[in-house]
């Protein structure tokens, strides 16, 4: 394998991280979208939705070992396609607990909610946020844009904590609604992990333009 045609396949793998990274944000968006509107047309879309993330990722992990395979690569292109098998597995996990939420936007369509979801979406837009700096962080292979994505956690961990104690004071006013809190806080529970996988992301950058191992996720 020419060392063009080896640059050639790693720009395509690199073109293919991407293109889930687009999928799994529009799964973080319609999971959301179901759970606030009780979408359960939506819900189910990001389910069977699913099925496409793996298969790309299984299709890119597959890309990564035959591409080792085929020329002795240099320190640079094992840290590349190390990086790349490692992101996917994370963009992966996103979309699982994308399925996770929508699950919960199932159980709880017949019910009428204990309160107007407004926290939940703001969370929400800011994992999102993160999951954006994260991968541009990735592909513009910038230090500082990993770090500022790594920030943002504050802000969602300080949302879910104003989320789960309203949730809470809702539940000491009626007992009756305990189970549609706890989905609703295991929502929260989604995007916090959600915003962990965005955290490796930005590692994987780090690593992969230095060589250095961070563990961003303290």
Do not use: W
């Not at 991407?18 to 319609?30: A, C, F, T, W």
């Amino acid at each position: 394998m020419t060392r063009s045609a080896f640059d050639s396949a790693l720009q395509e793998i690199h073109n293919d991280v991407l293109r889930m990274g687009s999928m799994v944000e529009k799964q973080i968006h319609q999971c959301i979208e179901s759970l606030v509107n009780q979408d359960e047309e939506l819900a189910e879309q990001t389910i069977k939705n699913d099925d496409l993330v793996d298969a790309l990722q299984r299709e890119i992990e597959d890309k990564c070992i035959k591409l080792t395979g085929k020329e002795q690569p240099l320190a640079i292109d094992l840290r590349t396609i190390f990086t790349n098998s490692k992101l996917v597995m994370d963009l992966e996990r996103m979309a699982d607990h994308a399925v996770d939420i929508a699950k919960v936007t199932l159980r709880l369509k017949n019910e009428k909610y204990v309160k107007r979801l407004t926290d939940i979406p703001k969370m929400s837009n800011v994992v999102k946020d993160m999951i954006k700096v994260a991968l541009d962080s990735y592909v513009q292979r910038d230090l500082e844009k990993a770090y500022e994505a790594c920030k943002m956690d504050d802000k969602i961990d300080a949302l879910f904590k104003k989320i789960f104690t309203d949730m809470i004071k809702v539940a000491e006013k009626d007992e009756g609604k305990a189970n549609q809190i706890i989905q609703l806080v295991l929502v929260c529970k989604y995007l916090e992990r959600i915003a962990d996988r965005a955290t490796n992301i930005c590692e994987g950058t780090i690593y992969l333009v230095t060589g250095e191992q961070k563990d961003l996720n303290e």
